[in-house]
């Protein structure tokens, strides 16, 4: 592993999953979304990306390229991209056209994540591919078959996206697991872990894609980005109170009670079963939760073990006031 990475050479960038917050509309998310993404881009983050999930109460995000354009045509200079798109729900080519429409908008600032899971339940996705039946080498094809739509025409070509021919979207690999680790290095594609939700292959994924990357034309040397859960606040014992809005989504993705955005509840998992708090916990292994200080300190922990090139921090909280408060604290911490 290559020396660690200072915190300020750690670029911040954020994934936004659009909460509903219970009592708020889906409009309200909407703009909510909008004013974060402008904040991100006030401090400097790098990239503001949006995560495609359907059939799921409390989050509105299932239209990912039209929320992309509208976070790409309400900023100036932050990329904006799919965290990810997921590739089984969708045809290669509808995949290019509107990616590559997104890119025609506005150069030089879309990203294309890609994903191999559903994100959502069997019967969503049966209705989002009319029982089209997938298997294990769909994936690598489908992104191949990306890669040649978003590139330059070939001589002799019959199948051009139009938009999307030369438009060279960037397109990332991201997972959970070593599948995509290894066809991300094999590919030569930059890579992010959702370690936000699934952090426990973390470092054996990193590894393997270093260990694997072969360069390509499109990435000279392996690119990690890792998903970071992160509430910040003045104080630690205020951090936590804020995260039971968190706490309560993540219990109730393992209990399948999906709801919106609930408001912050003193000492919640003081009142939960143990058993719920380890799955909590596990759920928020690389969580960053606390004080600035509790909060340089955790993300330092977290470049020490992964060398990141980047964190991509998911920060929902009830108020949207103090998620941007949130995540001035976090570009606080990386730039001292």
Not at 92 to 108: I, R
Not at 126 to 137: C, I, N, Q, S, V
Not at 280 to 303: H, Q
Request: glycine share 8%; charged share 20%; aromatic share 6%.
């Amino acid at each position: 592993m290559s020396p660690m990475k200072a915190l300020n050479n750690i670029a911040l960038s954020m994934l936004d999953l659009v909460a509903v917050r219970e009592g708020g509309t889906v409009a309200d998310a909407l703009a909510i979304s909008l004013r974060t993404a402008q904040h991100a881009e006030w401090l400097g983050f790098k990239r503001y990306w949006l995560a495609e999930h359907h059939n799921m109460a409390g989050i509105a995000s299932s239209a990912t390229a039209v929320l992309v354009g509208y976070i790409a045509g309400g900023t100036h200079t932050i990329r904006v991209g799919s965290g990810g798109v997921m590739l089984p729900n969708h045809a290669p080519l509808v995949v290019a056209e509107a990616f590559g429409t997104l890119a025609e908008l506005y150069p030089g600032r879309i990203d294309l994540g890609l994903g191999r899971a559903p994100g959502t339940d069997q019967a969503t996705m049966r209705a989002l591919r009319r029982e089209r039946a997938e298997t294990a080498d769909d994936f690598p094809q489908d992104v191949a078959e990306l890669q040649r739509l978003l590139g330059p025409a070939q001589p002799g070509q019959r199948l051009i996206a139009m938009p999307g021919a030369g438009t060279n979207v960037p397109i990332w690999l991201l997972g959970s697991s070593l599948f995509s680790a290894q066809l991300a290095a094999e590919r030569g594609l930059p890579y992010a872990f959702a370690s936000h939700f699934a952090p426990r292959l973390l470092l054996q994924a990193i590894a393997l894609y270093r260990q694997n990357f072969r360069p390509s034309a499109t990435l000279a040397k392996p690119y990690v980005t890792i998903g970071v859960p992160l509430i910040a606040a003045p104080t630690d014992a205020e951090a936590e109170y804020l995260a039971s809005s968190t706490y309560q989504r993540v219990l109730g993705i393992l209990t399948g009670e999906r709801r919106g955005l609930q408001p912050p509840v003193e000492h919640f998992l003081a009142q939960r079963h143990p058993q719920e708090r380890a799955a909590i916990d596990d759920f928020l292994a690389a969580a960053v939760i606390g004080s600035p200080d509790t909060v340089r300190d955790g993300l330092s922990a977290l470049a020490q073990a992964t060398d990141a090139d980047e964190f991509m921090l998911v920060c929902d909280i009830y108020d949207p006031a103090l998620r941007l408060r949130s995540l001035d604290i976090a570009a606080a911490a990386c730039s001292a």
